[in-house]
């Protein structure tokens, strides 16, 4: 499959899954897109990425201790040896950076939207519905398509994490020792039987000799959580409909029928789209 396509399955089955919440409630078949949604998920949340400690080169500057002349003990650098993280690979497996998914997001969207529109669905909100269901569907039938479809937080697009700024998304920042050079110190030392004067060269004690140190900001994860959705992924609950994406019908008082008719204001079903989320039901941002 193309690049983006996991994210064009992800939007076809949560489409599914909102009309499936209109059908007959059908156990199975909701396991059995259930499943499929998971399937997509796990494949556009995760990704390999550069290896965050050889930078994706699968190599590693090695140091060797060297006894010095007057009993000490030195490291110096020995060539470059298999990155023991990746195993000389340069990737590893993980999330993939936030930068990484807005990328093909768009893209993925307007693939998707594309295909809908070529087979005449009708956009209800973030959902799509078939044509012969259009103009057809109550406020409550309405609120269920778009809750289902319209939960994603934009900041983070559902993931609950954004790409720490700090360290741009590589969980690493660099030594913080000036004296440090690709995780070598150089410490001159007293001038002993020689006259000339001698350099010790030791492993850096702050990198550890990796010449880069865990970001502060992420600890090392590359990532923080989404301020917007506070790391749920979705947005907040709107707090007019408490998340139902309706309110009582004025008219009818929720009945549905005014005089013994059909309330021409709610068409029947006693509620109608909440005015402050339009029937998503979170909180818009």
């Known amino acids: 499959m193309g690049k983006g396509y ?21 156990v199975s078949e909701a396991d059995r897109i259930l499943l499929l ?21 699968g190599s590693l500057q090695k140091t060797i201790e ?18 023991p993280a990746c195993r000389g690979m340069g990737i590893v497996a993980g999330r993939a950076g936030l930068s990484a998914v807005e990328a093909v997001y768009g ?19 973030s959902a799509w519905i078939p044509p012969e ?3 057809k569907l109550n406020a409550k039938q309405i609120a269920t398509m778009k809750r289902v479809s319209g939960a994603r937080c934009p900041a983070c697009l559902g993931f609950g994490q954004i790409t720490c700024e700090k360290c741009g998304g590589v969980g690493k920042a660099k030594c913080p020792n000036n004296a440090c050079s690709g995780g070598i110190v150089s410490k001159k030392l007293e001038k002993g039987l020689t006259t000339s004067p001698r350099e010790l060269h030791v492993r ?7 010449s880069f140190v865990r970001c502060s900001a992420c600890s090392g994860g590359g990532s923080l959580a989404c301020k917007t959705c506070n790391g749920t992924g979705k947005l ?18 929720g009945s549905g029928a005014v005089k013994d008719a059909t309330c021409d204001t709610c068409g029947g079903c006693g509620a109608v789209l909440c005015t402050v989320c339009t029937g998503d039901g979170r909180k818009k941002k």
């Open 6 to 26: 996991g994210w064009v399955g992800l939007f076809f089955c949560e489409n599914a899954m909102a009309l499936n919440m209109l059908a007959t409630n059908d």
């Open 37 to 57: 949604h998971q399937k997509c998920e796990k494949g556009v949340r995760h990704s390999v990425k550069p290896c965050p400690y050889c930078g994706g080169s």
């Open 66 to 83: 060297v006894a010095s002349l007057d009993g000490g003990v030195s490291s110096k650098k020995a060539g470059k040896g298999v990155c």
């Open 107 to 125: 893209t993925s969207l307007g693939k998707y939207t594309v295909l809908r529109q070529g087979a005449r669905w009708i956009p209800v909100g």
């Open 133 to 135: 269901l259009d103009g």
């Open 204 to 210: 850096c004690s702050v990198c550890d000799g990796l």
């Open 236 to 253: 907040p609950v709107c707090k007019r409909c408490d998340g139902g994406g309706v309110n009582v019908c004025s008219k009818c008082k």
